[in-house]
């Protein structure tokens, strides 16, 4: 006669609590720099993903639509920032980002395109100096009016995520673009 198979309950994981620093000027309630940030390598906690994922919905929501906004979308990166695309010459300093933005949204608008990214498969690690270290996979997509969505570009992307100075948030101070078909990734 067969016999029951003997449960064992799961243990009880009782997070470990917030740090939460004095009141900040304009706090933004979906992004949460003052979550604790784990030891380097270490995945982050739910709450500190959900943030760096919201980060990075409203930083595409910049540069989509009627209403792209170059100039704030620059403003989601450090001073110094440097964003390479493999193979290609970087755009190093927030000035030549926006410079650089702004001519491709510039580009999609007289295409008359509807153009959207989509961000998945992030992995969000502690660096050893307090930043981010983003990995995930970008599809960038476009849909001419009328017509049928065309993928224009699949990459891996590498981010170096910073706490703003004013900790408001977070900003890119590197990204590097490896598009399928190219090694580096």
Known sequence: ????????????????????PGPRTAPDPLVRPDLPVPPAGEPVSASLYAGV???YARQMHLIEGAGADPG???ETF??????ELA??????GR????????????????QGWDFRHWFGMLDVRRGED?????RYYALAMATPRGGALAVRGSLVCHDDLVRAPD??????????????GRSGD
């Not at 450090?78 to 964003?83: C, G, H, K, M, W």
């Not at 193979?87 to 190093?92: E, K």
């Not at 000035?95 to 007289?110: D, K, L, N, P, T």
């Open 72 to 74: 704030a979308w620059a």
């Open 167 to 180: 900790d408001s948030g977070w900003l890119v101070r590197h990204r590097r673009l490896v598009p399928d």
């Open 53 to 55: 994922q919201q980060f």
């Open 95 to 110: 000035e030549a980002i926006r410079a650089s933005v702004a001519a491709g949204v510039a580009h999609i608008a007289a």
């Open 87 to 92: 193979g290609d010459t970087p755009d190093v």
């Open 130 to 134: 307090g930043s981010l270290r983003t």
């Open 78 to 83: 450090t001073e110094d920032a440097v964003i």
């Open 1 to 20: 006669m067969p016999t029951d198979p003997v449960v064992t309950p799961a243990p009880v994981v009782t997070p470990a609590p917030l740090v939460t």
